[in-house]
Protein backbone atom coordinates (compact mmCIF):
# COMPACT_ATOMS: atom_id res chain seq x y z
CA UNK A 1 0.00 0.00 0.00
CA UNK A 2 1.37 3.26 -1.06
CA UNK A 3 2.70 5.66 1.86
CA UNK A 4 2.28 9.37 1.86
CA UNK A 5 3.20 12.11 4.12
CA UNK A 6 2.90 15.82 3.86
CA UNK A 7 5.53 18.35 5.07
CA UNK A 8 6.55 21.72 5.02
CA UNK A 9 7.06 23.25 1.10
CA UNK A 10 9.47 25.55 2.41
CA UNK A 11 10.89 24.44 6.48
CA UNK A 12 11.31 27.50 8.93
CA UNK A 13 14.64 25.46 9.59
CA UNK A 14 16.00 25.73 6.21
CA UNK A 15 15.63 21.60 6.18
CA UNK A 16 18.15 21.02 8.99
CA UNK A 17 16.11 17.94 10.57
CA UNK A 18 13.83 20.19 12.93
CA UNK A 19 10.66 19.99 11.52
CA UNK A 20 8.29 16.72 12.27
CA UNK A 21 7.66 14.89 9.37
CA UNK A 22 11.91 13.42 9.87
CA UNK A 23 10.70 11.51 12.73
CA UNK A 24 7.93 9.83 10.24
CA UNK A 25 10.67 9.98 7.47
CA UNK A 26 13.25 8.30 10.11
CA UNK A 27 10.73 5.72 11.18
CA UNK A 28 10.25 4.55 8.03
CA UNK A 29 13.92 4.09 6.22
CA UNK A 30 14.45 2.24 9.73
CA UNK A 31 11.64 -0.44 8.51
CA UNK A 32 12.43 0.02 4.77
CA UNK A 33 9.23 1.43 4.05
CA UNK A 34 9.18 3.83 0.59
CA UNK A 35 7.10 6.60 1.37
CA UNK A 36 5.64 9.24 -0.86
CA UNK A 37 5.86 13.22 0.15
CA UNK A 38 3.10 15.97 -0.50
CA UNK A 39 4.25 19.16 0.21
CA UNK A 40 2.30 21.88 2.08
CA UNK A 41 2.24 25.51 2.42
CA UNK A 42 1.80 27.37 5.47
CA UNK A 43 -1.67 28.39 3.64
CA UNK A 44 -2.55 25.06 2.15
CA UNK A 45 -2.11 23.59 5.84
CA UNK A 46 -4.58 25.97 7.08
CA UNK A 47 -7.40 24.81 4.03
CA UNK A 48 -10.49 22.50 4.70
CA UNK A 49 -8.48 19.50 1.86
CA UNK A 50 -5.53 19.63 5.16
CA UNK A 51 -7.64 20.18 7.69
CA UNK A 52 -9.26 17.27 6.96
CA UNK A 53 -6.53 15.03 7.48
CA UNK A 54 -4.89 16.95 10.54
CA UNK A 55 -7.30 19.15 12.86
CA UNK A 56 -4.32 21.41 13.95
CA UNK A 57 -3.66 22.02 10.29
CA UNK A 58 0.12 21.17 10.70
CA UNK A 59 2.59 18.92 9.58
CA UNK A 60 3.37 15.85 9.24
CA UNK A 61 0.31 13.26 8.06
CA UNK A 62 0.33 10.11 7.10
CA UNK A 63 -1.97 8.14 4.55
CA UNK A 64 -1.89 4.47 3.41
CA UNK A 65 -4.81 3.55 1.91
CA UNK A 66 -7.64 4.42 4.07
CA UNK A 67 -5.79 5.01 7.20
CA UNK A 68 -5.08 9.01 7.35
CA UNK A 69 -3.37 9.41 10.69
CA UNK A 70 -1.86 12.74 12.79
CA UNK A 71 0.40 13.19 15.62
CA UNK A 72 4.32 11.71 15.12
CA UNK A 73 3.40 9.88 17.87
CA UNK A 74 0.59 7.98 16.71
CA UNK A 75 2.52 7.63 13.16
CA UNK A 76 5.61 5.88 14.13
CA UNK A 77 3.74 4.18 16.68
CA UNK A 78 1.39 2.33 13.77
CA UNK A 79 4.89 2.27 11.55
CA UNK A 80 6.59 0.18 14.41
CA UNK A 81 3.94 -1.70 15.47
CA UNK A 82 3.24 -2.76 11.39
CA UNK A 83 7.01 -3.59 10.57
CA UNK A 84 9.90 -5.27 12.36
CA UNK A 85 12.67 -2.95 13.26
CA UNK A 86 11.31 -0.60 15.97
CA UNK A 87 10.06 -2.13 18.53
CA UNK A 88 11.29 -5.56 20.62
CA UNK A 89 9.17 -8.27 20.10
CA UNK A 90 9.35 -9.69 23.66
CA UNK A 91 6.03 -7.75 25.39
CA UNK A 92 7.63 -6.13 28.41
CA UNK A 93 10.39 -4.86 26.20
CA UNK A 94 8.33 -3.45 23.68
CA UNK A 95 5.55 -1.61 26.45
CA UNK A 96 9.06 -0.05 27.43
CA UNK A 97 9.91 1.19 24.49
CA UNK A 98 6.55 2.24 23.47
CA UNK A 99 6.88 4.61 27.10
CA UNK A 100 9.98 5.74 26.18
CA UNK A 101 8.19 7.20 23.21
CA UNK A 102 5.46 8.86 25.22
CA UNK A 103 8.29 10.21 27.85
CA UNK A 104 9.85 11.79 25.11
CA UNK A 105 6.46 13.16 23.10
CA UNK A 106 5.07 14.08 26.86
CA UNK A 107 7.57 14.78 29.44
CA UNK A 108 11.00 15.97 27.30
CA UNK A 109 9.51 17.74 24.56
CA UNK A 110 7.23 19.89 26.09
CA UNK A 111 9.72 22.35 27.89
CA UNK A 112 11.93 22.12 25.02
CA UNK A 113 9.60 23.30 22.84
CA UNK A 114 7.88 26.20 25.33
CA UNK A 115 11.43 26.99 25.43
CA UNK A 116 11.93 27.69 21.94
CA UNK A 117 8.68 29.55 21.90
CA UNK A 118 9.98 32.06 24.38
CA UNK A 119 13.01 33.05 22.44
CA UNK A 120 10.94 33.22 19.11
CA UNK A 121 8.21 34.69 19.89
CA UNK A 122 8.50 36.93 23.17
CA UNK A 123 11.95 38.13 22.78
CA UNK A 124 10.24 42.11 22.34
CA UNK A 125 8.42 41.25 25.67
CA UNK A 126 9.30 43.29 28.97
CA UNK A 127 9.35 39.53 30.49
CA UNK A 128 11.65 37.82 28.52
CA UNK A 129 14.94 38.32 30.47
CA UNK A 130 12.85 36.69 33.63
CA UNK A 131 11.22 34.15 31.52
CA UNK A 132 13.79 32.55 29.26
CA UNK A 133 16.41 31.52 32.62
CA UNK A 134 13.28 29.81 33.75
CA UNK A 135 11.73 27.76 31.11
CA UNK A 136 15.45 26.94 30.15
CA UNK A 137 16.21 25.44 33.67
CA UNK A 138 13.06 23.58 32.71
CA UNK A 139 14.96 22.07 30.19
CA UNK A 140 17.98 21.34 32.39
CA UNK A 141 15.76 19.74 34.97
CA UNK A 142 14.38 17.04 32.40
CA UNK A 143 18.27 17.15 31.01
CA UNK A 144 19.67 16.44 34.03
CA UNK A 145 17.32 13.10 34.56
CA UNK A 146 17.47 11.92 31.65
CA UNK A 147 21.31 12.09 31.35
CA UNK A 148 21.00 10.15 34.58
CA UNK A 149 19.09 7.40 33.07
CA UNK A 150 21.33 6.97 29.91
CA UNK A 151 24.25 7.00 32.04
CA UNK A 152 26.89 5.34 29.84
CA UNK A 153 24.16 3.37 27.59
CA UNK A 154 24.08 3.63 23.81
CA UNK A 155 19.91 3.73 23.73
CA UNK A 156 17.47 4.35 26.69
CA UNK A 157 16.51 0.58 27.23
CA UNK A 158 18.27 -2.27 25.59
CA UNK A 159 18.72 -1.80 21.62
CA UNK A 160 18.05 1.35 19.50
CA UNK A 161 14.14 1.14 19.12
CA UNK A 162 11.24 3.64 18.46
CA UNK A 163 11.77 5.10 21.97
CA UNK A 164 15.01 6.16 21.14
CA UNK A 165 14.05 7.60 17.42
CA UNK A 166 11.67 9.91 19.00
CA UNK A 167 13.79 10.78 22.27
CA UNK A 168 16.78 11.76 19.53
CA UNK A 169 14.31 14.01 17.28
CA UNK A 170 13.03 16.11 20.47
CA UNK A 171 16.89 16.40 21.80
CA UNK A 172 17.62 17.26 18.48
CA UNK A 173 15.19 20.75 18.95
CA UNK A 174 17.75 21.78 21.84
CA UNK A 175 21.01 21.68 20.12
CA UNK A 176 20.94 25.17 18.77
CA UNK A 177 20.27 26.35 22.51
CA UNK A 178 23.45 24.80 23.00
CA UNK A 179 22.29 23.10 26.28
CA UNK A 180 22.71 19.46 24.73
CA UNK A 181 26.89 20.51 25.15
CA UNK A 182 26.42 20.48 28.79
CA UNK A 183 25.36 17.03 28.74
CA UNK A 184 28.12 14.79 27.41
CA UNK A 185 26.56 12.05 27.22
CA UNK A 186 23.18 12.94 25.80
CA UNK A 187 25.11 14.82 22.85
CA UNK A 188 26.70 11.49 22.03
CA UNK A 189 23.76 9.62 22.39
CA UNK A 190 22.22 12.05 19.75
CA UNK A 191 24.87 11.42 17.42
CA UNK A 192 24.79 7.80 17.54
CA UNK A 193 21.12 8.29 16.36
CA UNK A 194 22.38 10.67 14.03
CA UNK A 195 24.79 8.47 12.21
CA UNK A 196 22.57 5.91 11.62
CA UNK A 197 21.99 5.13 7.59
CA UNK A 198 18.67 5.82 8.19
CA UNK A 199 18.42 9.24 9.76
CA UNK A 200 21.01 9.92 7.25
CA UNK A 201 18.43 9.10 4.91
CA UNK A 202 15.46 11.08 6.51
CA UNK A 203 17.86 14.19 6.89
CA UNK A 204 18.89 14.57 3.13
CA UNK A 205 15.28 13.66 1.49
CA UNK A 206 14.56 16.50 3.81
CA UNK A 207 17.54 19.19 3.18
CA UNK A 208 16.72 17.90 -0.40
CA UNK A 209 13.09 19.76 -0.42
CA UNK A 210 14.74 22.92 1.12
CA UNK A 211 17.84 22.92 -1.85
CA UNK A 212 15.65 21.61 -4.72
CA UNK A 213 18.91 19.37 -5.39
CA UNK A 214 18.34 15.56 -5.04
CA UNK A 215 19.45 13.98 -1.85
CA UNK A 216 23.13 13.45 -2.07
N1 LIG B 1 2.28 17.21 18.30
C1 LIG B 1 2.37 17.31 16.86
C2 LIG B 1 3.06 18.62 16.55
C3 LIG B 1 3.02 18.94 15.06
C4 LIG B 1 3.67 20.27 14.77
O1 LIG B 1 3.86 21.11 15.68
N2 LIG B 1 4.01 20.47 13.50
C5 LIG B 1 4.64 21.73 13.12
C6 LIG B 1 5.83 21.43 12.21
S1 LIG B 1 7.13 20.61 13.05
C7 LIG B 1 3.66 22.56 12.31
O2 LIG B 1 2.95 22.04 11.49
N3 LIG B 1 3.68 23.87 12.56
C8 LIG B 1 2.89 24.82 11.81
C9 LIG B 1 1.65 25.21 12.55
O3 LIG B 1 1.41 24.75 13.68
O4 LIG B 1 0.91 26.02 11.99
C10 LIG B 1 3.14 16.11 16.31
O5 LIG B 1 4.01 15.56 17.01
O6 LIG B 1 2.85 15.70 15.17
Known sequence: MTITITAFERSPDGGQGLARDT???WALEEVGQPYGVRLVSFR???EPAHMKL???GQIPTYEEGDLALFETGAIVLHIAGRHAGLLPVEADARARATAWM??????VEPPIVERETVELLESDKP??????PLVEQRVR???DQLSDRLGDADWLDGGFSAGDLMMVSVLLRSRASGILDDYPNLAAYV???EARPAYGRAFDAQLAVFTGQPPG
Do not use: I, Q, S
Not at 102 to 107: G, I, K, P, R, S
Open 191 to 193: ARG
Open 127 to 132: WYEERL
Open 44 to 46: AMK
Open 54 to 56: HPF
Open 102 to 107: FAALNT
Open 141 to 143: DRL
Open 23 to 25: RVR
